[in-house]
């Protein structure tokens, strides 16, 4: 059985979703503020990952980065 994101998410995290897919990794800074409350739940059902890293190599402190996850996500 095939499912399609519009079977699991609503509108508005699809939304989200594909606005991070199409920017590849994004800073949660960098996002709108409307769409940072639907992370939790991408995260929850394994859409997106969310990492920390340096900005840059010198850098003590570490940023949070978004991306869609490469694998399939849970069903």
Do not use: C, Q
């Amino acid at each position: 059985m095939v499912f399609k994101l519009s079977d699991r998410l609503t509108d508005f995290e699809e939304e989200v979703y594909l606005f991070i897919k199409d920017r590849g990794e994004v800073l949660t800074s960098n996002l709108p503020h409307r769409m940072m409350g639907a992370i939790p739940n991408l995260n929850n059902k394994g859409l997106i990952e969310v990492n920390k890293k340096r900005v840059t190599p010198w850098a003590s402190k570490k940023r949070k980065y978004v991306r869609v996850t490469e694998d399939r996500p849970k069903l």
